[in-house]
């Protein structure tokens, strides 16, 4: 069983978490991973959601604003250990809750060609492959992902 919790990016438990996720990127991309770490800043975001297994932080993820109807989905990540038991499923999903609660409509993402995982959590989650947008328009590894965000009500 797990908790998810809405913070921000000063967060302590986000910030143990971020080190770990860029280290499991670096580890798939090598010295390539430099040019993405630019794009992975995340200043003064106050949309991310960690997850809780056993007391401690075990997965995170925020948005960011990209325009007045869409957000981006970043800085997604769950602990090896904590893999395959639906975590980044429901951070996501909280993710895209508390965006369509704070107006958006869409959401966009990044991830890369070396995490077949994540691929398939997004199209899992309706995501659909876009054409890359700024600044992954010319990065041969990055695959651009879409959703248009539907609020979860009964009919």
């Given at each position: 069983?797990?908790?998810?919790?809405?913070?921000?990016?000063?967060?302590?438990?986000?910030?143990?978490?971020?080190?770990?996720?860029?280290?499991?990127?670096?580890?798939?991309?090598?010295?390539?991973?430099?040019?993405?770490?630019?794009?992975?800043?995340?200043?003064?975001v106050?949309?991310v959601?960690?997850?809780?297994?056993?007391?401690?932080?075990?997965?995170?993820?925020?948005?960011?604003?990209?325009?007045?109807?869409?957000?981006?989905?970043?800085?997604?990540?769950?602990?090896?250990?904590?893999?395959?038991?639906?975590?980044?499923?429901?951070?996501?999903?909280?993710?895209?809750?508390?965006?369509?609660?704070?107006?958006?409509?869409?959401?966009?993402?990044e991830?890369?060609?070396?995490?077949?995982?994540?691929?398939?959590?997004?199209?899992?989650?309706?995501?659909?492959?876009i054409?890359?947008?700024?600044?992954?328009?010319?990065?041969?590894?990055?695959?651009?992902?879409?959703?248009?965000?539907?609020?979860?009500?009964?009919?």
């Amino acid at each position: 069983m797990f908790e998810l919790k809405r913070t921000n990016n000063k967060d302590p438990d986000f910030l143990y978490l971020i080190p770990l996720l860029d280290k499991d990127l670096r580890s798939r991309y090598q010295a390539l991973q430099d040019v993405y770490d630019q794009h992975n800043i995340v200043v003064n975001v106050d949309t991310v959601v960690i997850a809780y297994g056993g007391g401690q932080a075990v997965g995170c993820g925020c948005f960011k604003k990209l325009n007045d109807s869409t957000v981006e989905i970043k800085r997604m990540y769950v602990k090896p250990e904590y893999r395959r038991q639906g975590i980044s499923s429901a951070v996501l999903n909280e993710l895209e809750t508390w965006a369509l609660e704070s107006g958006y409509s869409e959401a966009v993402l990044e991830t890369g060609n070396q995490q077949d995982e994540a691929i398939a959590l997004y199209k899992k989650q309706g995501y659909e492959v876009i054409p890359n947008y700024p600044p992954y328009e010319a990065m041969e590894t990055s695959i651009c992902m879409k959703k248009r965000l539907i609020a979860n009500t009964p009919i």
